[in-house]
């Protein structure tokens, strides 16, 4: 849901909707701007069930939250922060740091902090609330400074690159409270890994266990050869523990990856951007080799042909 566009407010009431938008929504803290007679900003935010997403696009920003703020112990929300388009700098405990778009940043928003970027730049955010991450917060400030040294960092930052991106779409999916949980669970296993305990480690990938493969299918759906066995090798587990999980869910292996490469194509084929695109292409796209193959699952699916839904005006 779009909560902020500056566009539509006169120029003299930018900041203030701005700064009102952002600790309403992520932090209380302190908005100033790279050219104040300029803002730019557009916000929105998307509920997941136990997981929110908060996205900022805007001009150059920066965010400061003080002590004296910190010390009013209101906030709730751990946070897994992607900067997007331009490097972001952020500042906390004593620690000065440059994240680049490839990076993703962990916080606590309930301690003091600055961040933000020059030139036009954004920030996409998944908030958990700490309470259900169920850590300590001394453990998740120690993750935050080793966020990269997790065998799971790449997993979740693809994770949540993209359920970040598509946050509107997502949300208002049949789907998007079981997506919160996985997220929220995905979050606790990077914290723990990242933080090197070893005994909540053990207990917090057992429990992740779920999340962490469907995370793993979800981010490599479009590669033909996303087969069972190197789904199991990825995530250090046998085929046979493969199959146990997906039918400890309910769930068929195969037919949900077939199910999810589907509901992608068709919302390809729906998509105005798609008009110079054929339909081959974006089965392929999707994993499907076989023409036949697919269109006679899309019209089980779905109920029309690819090439009917691909015509609608």
């Known amino acids: 849901m779009l909560v902020l566009d500056t566009g539509s407010l006169p120029v003299a009431e930018r900041a203030e909707a701005f700064q009102a938008t952002v600790s309403a929504n992520c932090s209380s803290s ?35 939250r003080t002590p004296r703020m910190s010390r009013s112990g209101a906030e709730r929300s751990i946070v897994l922060a992607l900067p997007m388009r331009t490097d972001n700098h ?27 970027w020059k030139g036009t730049g954004a920030s996409y955010a998944l908030h958990v609330d700490v309470d259900h991450l169920g850590l300590p917060r001394d453990l998740i400030h120690a993750a935050a400074k080793n966020l990269r040294g997790s ?26 409270t079981e997506l919160g949980a996985a997220s929220a669970e995905l979050m606790r296993a990077l914290i723990v890994s990242a933080a090197a305990d070893g005994r909540r480690l053990r207990e917090t990938m057992h429990d992740s266990l779920a999340a962490r493969v469907q995370a793993y299918v979800r981010a490599n759906l479009r590669d033909p050869d996303l087969t069972p066995a190197r789904i199991a090798a990825a995530n250090a587990i046998s085929l046979r523990a493969l199959y146990k999980l997906y039918e400890s869910l309910g769930q068929s292996l195969e037919q949900s990856i077939i199910e999810q490469r589907l509901r992608g194509a068709r919302a390809d084929l729906s998509s105005p951007r798609r008009r110079h695109t054929t339909i081959a292409a974006v089965a392929r796209s999707w994993g499907f080799a076989n023409p036949s193959f697919f269109a006679s699952r899309f019209r089980e699916a779905f109920g029309v042909t690819p090439r ?6």
Request: glycine content about 8%; hydrophobic content about 45%; proline content about 6%.
């Open 308 to 313: 009917q839904l691909a015509d609608r005006p």
């Open 30 to 64: 302190m908005a100033s701007f790279e050219d104040p007679g300029s803002i730019s900003a557009r916000m929105a935010v998307s509920d997941f069930g136990v997981a929110r997403v908060f996205t900022i696009d805007a001009s150059g920003t920066t965010l400061r």
């Open 151 to 176: 065998p799971l960092y790449e997993l979740v930052r693809d994770h949540v690159a993209r359920v970040t991106a598509q946050a509107g779409p997502l949300a208002a999916g049949a789907g998007a």
């Open 90 to 116: 952020m500042s906390w405990e004593r620690e000065e740091r440059l994240f680049g778009p490839r990076d993703l940043i962990l916080v606590d928003l309930a301690v003091p902090y600055v961040y933000g």
